[in-house]
């Protein structure tokens, strides 16, 4: 069983920030450093213990922002303009990876109200591990200088800070502070995710995927948009990236976003939908068995995928499309699907005995449907 990340924010992690700042800022109190950020660190969860360790640098590092923001720079791993996240660690040379992220979190917290230099230590920082949570109270305490910020940046040598400026602006940020004015209205950063959607790495294009994604939730039509403009003349790279962007819209079934990928029309043919087992048990799986029969004259381009859904107790429901296929259908051409749906508990979903139904989509539409009954 893989360790819990929490557990990389713990005794040697402290030692190690203490290490590097006392090496580059004598005056500082290690000692008090250390048992303030040690003390009840073991009980707490992730986000948690780098807060816990954001609060004993504020305390111990220099009430001057701008001294703290150079002390915290000097004591960094020297910088690299590549993207192999595997060099970002700590040693010898200063700081790195997991004991960045507490540093970010003291910028945010103490450099509001001087946020040039607290976006400069920002850009120092990212590039040794993220600074995509710590940037987004700049984002809402002061939009201008921050977006007209992240626009120099999309031109940045370090490809950790050009990812830096599509992942922090992010509307909706897993772990992050939501930034309420770009869902309601994400024009500001759509100049940012011009600029870097093809960016030669892959690393920063797989972040301007995600927030079109994220856009794409509030406001399909956007994205819609997007791909009408960019698709059309698109590179392979670029291609993947407004693929990646796509999901959630194709998943819903979204029709221009399907015809901006040639998949809108109905299927031309019948689908036969099997299960098996049809009575499985938590901690199983399904087998969904789909039969496609093509008709017509021509290949059809189809995107396959399946809604499990749930009638609850109170009258409500649960669905969730899953992802299945994306496949072309020669004229006249049966071709067999098969796929296992697993029936195991996590924690972002629960499962609950009872009867389940599995809808198979093709370009969105409702093409087949059959029932399971899942046993505790």
């Known amino acids: 069983?893989?360790?819990?990340?929490?557990?990389?924010?713990?005794?040697?992690?402290?030692?190690?920030?203490?290490?590097?700042?006392?090496?580059?800022?004598?005056?500082?109190?290690?000692?008090?450093?250390?048992?303030?950020?040690?003390?009840?660190?073991?009980?707490?969860?992730?986000?948690?213990?780098?807060?816990?360790?954001?609060?004993?640098?504020?305390?111990?590092?220099?009430?001057?922002?701008?001294?703290?923001?150079?002390?915290?720079?000097?004591?960094?791993?020297?910088a690299r303009l590549d993207d192999d996240l595997r060099a970002l660690r700590t040693g010898p040379e200063g700081l790195a990876g997991f004991a960045v992220w507490p540093l970010t979190e003291f910028v945010a917290a103490q450099g509001l109200q001087h946020p040039e230099r607290a976006l400069a230590a920002l850009h120092a920082l990212t590039q040794r591990a993220t600074a995509e949570f710590a940037i987004r109270p700049f984002l809402v305490e002061h939009e201008r200088l921050t977006l007209a910020t992240l626009q120099r940046w999309t031109h940045d040598a370090s490809p950790h800070v050009r990812r830096l400026v599509s992942e922090g602006s992010r509307p909706r940020l897993p772990w992050g502070l939501q930034l309420q004015r770009f869902i309601a209205d994400p024009s500001p950063t759509l100049p940012l995710l011009e600029a870097l959607q093809d960016d030669p790495s892959e690393y920063v294009r797989r972040s301007v995927a995600n927030h079109l994604n994220d856009i794409a939730k509030d406001h399909p039509a956007v994205v819609a948009e997007w791909l009408e403009r960019f698709l059309p003349d698109a590179s392979k790279p670029r291609r993947a990236l407004l693929k990646h962007a796509s999901r959630t819209?194709?998943?819903?079934?979204?029709?221009?976003?399907?015809?901006?990928?040639?998949?809108?029309?109905a299927l031309r043919g019948e689908v036969q939908l099997r299960l098996s087992p049809t009575r499985p048990r938590l901690g199983t799986f399904v087998e969904l068995q789909i039969e496609l029969r093509a008709k017509g004259k021509q290949p059809q381009a189809i995107v396959l995928d399946y809604r499990v859904g749930r009638q609850r107790k109170n009258g409500g429901s649960t669905q969730k499309v899953w992802k299945g296929f994306q496949l072309t259908l020669a004229p006249g051409e049966?071709?067999?699907?098969?796929?296992?749906?697993?029936?195991?508990?996590?924690?972002?979903?629960?499962?609950?005995?009872?009867?389940?139904?599995?809808?198979?989509?093709?370009?969105?539409?409702?093409?087949?449907?059959?029932?399971?009954?899942?046993?505790?």
């Open 334 to 376: 049966v071709r067999e699907l098969r796929k296992r749906h697993p029936l195991r508990q996590v924690s972002t979903r629960r499962l609950e005995p009872g009867a389940h139904t599995v809808t198979v989509l093709v370009n969105g539409r409702e093409v087949a449907t059959a029932a399971f009954e899942l046993r505790a």
């Open 1 to 78: 069983m893989a360790e819990p990340f929490k557990n990389l924010v713990g005794a040697q992690l402290v030692a190690d920030l203490q290490n590097h700042l006392r090496r580059v800022h004598r005056r500082f109190p290690a000692d008090r450093f250390v048992q303030l950020a040690t003390t009840g660190l073991d009980a707490l969860e992730l986000k948690a213990r780098i807060q816990h360790v954001a609060k004993a640098l504020s305390a111990t590092l220099p009430t001057d922002f701008v001294l703290a923001a150079d002390v915290i720079e000097a004591a960094l791993l020297p």
């Open 249 to 265: 819209l194709v998943k819903r079934g979204d029709q221009r976003v399907l015809r901006a990928w040639g998949l809108g029309g």
